[in-house]
Nanobody
Framework: RVQLVESGGGSVQPGGSLRLSCIAS????????MGWFHKAPGKERGGVAF???????YYGDSAKSRFTISQDSAKNTVYLQMDSLKPDDSGIYYC???????????????????WGQGTPVTVSS
């Protein structure tokens, strides 16, 4: 069973930065698409950033120009660098993976097979 473990969440003031990490227990066939999702209080989980196995990326509107998704294949780790954080960025961030490129095409919760437990982020002054 593939396991994803997130870390790096915490509390930060508006305008600050955090880097989230997601370590996968397996690589290759399980990770054609990697994604980060955000669940704000009272809202549904939504896609933030996606990374195809060929290195191409996609960002949701709220993440463009502020967040960066990247990976270190040697460490089986995917990162989400979050800069210029806003209070609306608060919530739980989940890492997700799927062996199909289709998951990156649909970019929705139901398209991803593997999920981490989430890491909390609080942006507040």
């Amino acid at each position: 069973r593939v396991q994803l473990v997130e870390s790096g969440g915490g509390s930060v003031q508006p305008g600050g930065s955090l880097r989230l990490s997601c370590i996968a227990s397996e690589y290759t066939h399980t990770r054609a698409c990697m994604g980060w999702f955000h669940k704000a209080p009272g809202k549904e989980r939504g896609g933030v950033a996606f990374l195809y196995s060929d290195g191409s990326t996609y960002y949701g509107d709220s993440a463009k120009s502020r967040f960066t998704i990247s990976q270190d294949s040697a460490k089986n780790t995917v990162y989400l660098q979050m800069d210029s954080l806003k209070p609306d960025d608060s919530g739980i961030y989940y890492c997700a993976a799927d062996p199909s490129w289709a998951a990156c095409s649909y970019k929705d919760v139901g398209s991803f097979t593997y999920w981490g437990q989430g890491t909390p982020v609080t942006v507040s002054s």
